[in-house]
């Protein structure tokens, strides 16, 4: 009679819950190069966005980290925490003996709880797609996004190496894509974005998870390709929104519609790029950093991170060293050094910025950065970039919120990154805290 009794009280304690809940299922999109005028210009092919953004909240801007690259910015998403406390800095990792080649791919390496711990820790379920740092992350349906440094452009193998549970992505190749290849799943193809949501609508209607996480790579490659208004930027737009279309279908088919809220963010926005500049360059001519792949016997090097760059010393205690970089940038002529600004430590350290480094350097809109440390240190370039110091309009990227328990027609002027992940949490009641994000007042209704 007891166990009786302990097992009703425990599904009356879930149901009452689950009650409590302002949604149960909550999928959150990261449209890669995501900009706030895809869903508020008329000009952009994105009718579910453009729906979604007026039927629901959306934000006229999102402030984002620095750098404003891709996986310092999904941590911060799925963390609620700048890249000073999650410790994902880059997209790569500053390795001192020379640049392998390898990102911060592991779950690991994020040091602070994420969503999908909180999610696990309810005993909820997760679901993810070719989401930045989550190989081995606590999911419960995970395609990561990983690849091997010597595996050439193969990205199919390594995700199918890294898959959880073991033969998933054999599973959505036999119910939803068919055998995926390099032809038909290519980041140079919109066909990628076609399947990632045809895999994650699948997911929805049949296993039904209380958070799915999904990443969309299209736009941010044909805007380095061709800048923001590249021709085939307004043809990748289209396929992240088609994708969201596919994911929205699903959650009416499976009955969940009403309990279901998509939020749609991003990592950054765009710049157009004219300028490159190399500032390892500088340092090499100082003999301070070698030409070598391993940076010879160095002892400073900028490790640059799309339109931004960081100092490190090989000894951080190398004060001798910072004196002469900084004198090697002073000594520049006036046309060079109006094309950045120098982001000292303590600024680094107030937008929660990687704190190894002695200090950073932000080009002004439309330059970008090289890591090279041979050639001129000033050569033109082309197409789009991001990176920058999160201060200006262009480099701000999106967020619209839609469906269960998000207020219809809530405009928010501007939000940081790391506010997206406490809504998430308030709509799932999950036990976790952000450490850099708030609750934003009113884009959520009132339980």
């Known amino acids: 009679m007891k166990k009786v009794l302990f097992i009703l009280t425990l599904l009356a304690s879930f149901a009452a819950s689950a009650q409590e809940r302002l949604s149960d299922h909550v999928v959150l999109v990261s449209i890669d190069g995501f900009r706030p005028d895809f869903y ?63 990102w911060y791919w592991f779950e690991n390496q994020i040091k602070v709880p994420t969503l999908w711990d909180a999610v696990k820790a309810k005993g909820m379920k997760s679901a993810s797609f070719i989401w930045p740092v989550s190989v081995d992350a606590p999911i419960d349906y995970n395609l990561p996004e990983f690849w091997y440094l010597e595996g050439g452009s193969d990205r199919i193998q390594p995700m199918r190496d890294k898959d959880v549970p073991d033969g998933f992505l054999e599973e959505l190749e036999l119910e939803v894509t068919g055998k995926l290849n390099q032809r038909t799943f290519n980041g140079d193809y919109m066909n990628r974005e076609d399947r990632t949501g045809e895999m994650a609508a699948y997911v929805l209607e049949k296993y039904k998870p209380n958070l799915m996480t999904l990443h969309l790579i299209a736009t941010d490659h044909f805007q380095h390709e061709g800048g923001r208004d590249g021709e085939k930027v307004a043809f990748a737009l289209a396929a992240a929104d088609r994708a969201i279309g596919k994911i929205w279908e699903a959650a009416e088919r499976a009955g969940i519609a009403d309990r279901t809220t998509i939020i749609v963010s991003g990592d950054h926005g765009f710049v157009d790029v004219h300028t490159r500049l190399a500032p390892n360059v500088w340092l090499q001519k100082e003999g301070l950093i070698g030409k070598e792949k391993d940076r010879g016997n160095w002892k400073a090097a900028f490790h640059t991170s799309g339109a931004s760059a960081f100092l490190h010393l090989k000894d951080k205690n190398d004060q001798a060293t910072l004196k002469k970089v900084r004198a090697a940038i002073e000594a520049l002529p006036e046309r060079t050094k109006k094309l950045f600004r120098i982001v000292e430590k303590e600024e680094l350290n107030q937008v929660g910025a990687d704190p190894n480094a002695s200090f950073g350097i932000a080009p002004i809109p439309g330059v970008a950065m090289s890591s090279s440390a041979t050639g001129n240190d000033v050569v033109s370039g082309g197409g789009g970039t991001h990176g920058y110091f999160p201060e200006f309009k262009q480099i701000e ?21 790391e506010d997206v992940a406490p809504l998430i949490s308030e709509l799932l009641q999950l036990d976790f805290e952000a450490p850099d994000g708030v609750l934003l007042p009113g884009i959520l209704k009132q339980k």
């Open 397 to 417: 990227t999106g967020f619209v919120a839609f469906g269960a328990g998000v207020q219809k027609g809530k405009t928010i002027h501007i939000m940081g990154l």
């Open 40 to 102: 508020m210009e008329e000009k952009w092919p994105a009718a579910y966005l453009k729906y979604m953004a007026e039927n629901g909240a959306k934000a006229e801007g999102v402030r984002g980290v620095f750098p404003t690259v891709t996986y310092p910015s999904h941590t911060t998403l799925i963390t609620g925490a700048k890249p000073a406390r999650h410790g994902v800095f880059y997209n790569s990792p500053f390795e001192e003996n020379g640049q392998t080649g390898a």
